[in-house]
């Protein structure tokens, strides 16, 4: 399968051509961006510009943006209207939530890739049937704003009400949206059935996160090297294999500091992923 490593593995510290030189130094060959503005500030024009001057002469792709979940750099903490969700149900702030999520797109304009990750809510929220409706309202405007960038918009299941497999097949089915999904694996975990969430989602899905947890705390584990995870890996690859022209394997880690080598960390856990066998279980 394709390899692709979110930026989230090294997503408190600020992003720069160091890392990136890391990631294909250790034989990666696309990332996806975490915007978070600690780590790629998507507001400061230098530092965009200085990945993009980077970008161009590199072998290393853009495969993916993840779109912010705070407008602060400290994941939130400075307010709770740093909070970015797009179901908001006051207007003139969700428009505010959608136009800072714009800023981040722009991105796109001096680093093309192809997808952007959303989320529909914040982790935890509860379904109310209005707030579907404002996700509507502000994801349609914001599928205008990416596909005049060359973005598809890629909805990704998190554990909420309202991103459950079920509940974003219903979401695009009410509301007429195309947008594919990007399917979590450690998400789906929590969920309950990595394999009942992926058999809902499997035909829309155009890009993963992988990332192993004890199916109660979305802790973003590395597979194999953290032992307090519980996804079957041999069954989840398997599932994974079937597609695998349709979407990348994308490792969406959390640096912690019992791992100091993250980077070559996620490489060795890319190879164990591809050497296990199928299971026929």
Known sequence: MDHVL???????????????DRIWEAGIPAVEIFCARQHLDYRNKAQVNELG???????????????????????????????LTLTELSKPKRQEMVDEIKRALEVAEVIPCKFAIQHLGVGGEAFDLAKWDAAFTALEELNLFARQRGVEILLENIPNSFSTAERLMGFLEMTHLTNSFCFDVGH?????????????????????????NDSKNDNHRFPFIHTDGNVNWKRIMKLLRERQSQYP???????????????????????????????HN
């Not at 789906?188 to 890009?207: C, L, P, Q, T």
């Open 6 to 20: 979110s930026t989230h593995i090294c997503v408190n510290h600020r992003l720069t051509s160091i890392w990136l």
């Open 53 to 83: 001057y980077w970008f161009r002469d590199a072998q290393l792709k853009l495969h993916s943006l993840h779109m912010p979940m705070y407008s602060d750099d400290q994941w939130g903490k400075s307010s709770p209207n740093a909070v």
């Open 188 to 212: 789906a975990n929590i969920a309950g059935s990595v394999e009942g969430e992926w058999e809902i989602m499997k035909d829309h899905v155009r890009s993963t996160h992988v990332h192993d």
């Open 249 to 279: 394997l994308l490792l969406e880690l959390r640096e912690v500091p019992d791992i100091p080598k993250v980077i070559e960390s996620a490489a060795e856990v890319f190879r164990r992923l591809e050497e296990l066998p199928e299971d």
